[in-house]
């Protein structure tokens, strides 16, 4: 005589196989994805990204500003306390980031109108490749300059300063870029 299966035994039999298969080709889709696909985020345009507001990161540095002229120049940003240097036919040559004194220049388009090879700045450090492009309407001379030491500018205590500060490298481009005459557009 045949012995029945009890259905319960039966049902039991049939979910194991299947977890057992589920489980083999799980193994398998493991072992043929890429190693990196777990590290995989979406693109940053994704729809997903663009829901939660973030926005897409540039791929490079930052682009010149729209409307800050055409031709070689110097550009300056007072809010993203950013200078690019631009050629004569209009490429952005390099970006980089400052450090503003206390009293801004006036927004448009200044020239170059002295250079000095190195002198103490208000705060008592020395700095080289002064780079003069504006007078203020509250007085002191805008330049851009580098610190000798590297350092970054510390506020005078109640001093006013046009003193751009610029990292050592940016210093020595500006200087190399620049002869009395030449353009700096201040922009917002």
Do not use: C
């Not at 481009?173 to 005459?181: D, E, M, N």
């Amino acid at each position: 005589m045949a012995r029945q299966i009890s259905s319960a035994a039966l049902v039991t039999g049939l979910t194991s196989a299947a977890l057992v298969g589920v489980l083999l080709l799980a193994v398998q889709a493991g072992q043929s994805a890429p190693e990196n696909a777990a590290a995989r985020k979406p693109a940053p345009n994704s729809s997903a990204d663009s829901a939660k507001g973030k926005d897409k990161r540039p791929a490079g540095p930052p682009a010149v500003p729209k409307d800050s002229g055409t031709g070689k120049r110097i550009v300056y940003s007072l809010s993203a306390d950013r200078v690019w240097l631009v050629d004569h036919t209009d490429k952005q040559l390099s970006t980089f980031t400052v450090w503003p004194g206390n009293v801004e220049p006036a927004l448009g388009t200044h020239k170059v109108t002295n250079r000095l090879a190195s002198i103490t700045g208000n705060d008592g450090v020395s700095v080289e490749n002064i780079v003069y492009f504006s007078g203020s309407a509250e007085g002191p001379p805008i330049a851009f300059s580098a610190a000798v030491d590297g350092s970054s500018p510390k506020p005078v205590p109640g001093g006013k300063t046009g003193a751009i500060r610029t990292r050592t490298a940016d210093g020595d481009r500006i200087w190399a870029f620049t002869v009395v005459g030449s353009e700096v557009v201040v922009v917002r």
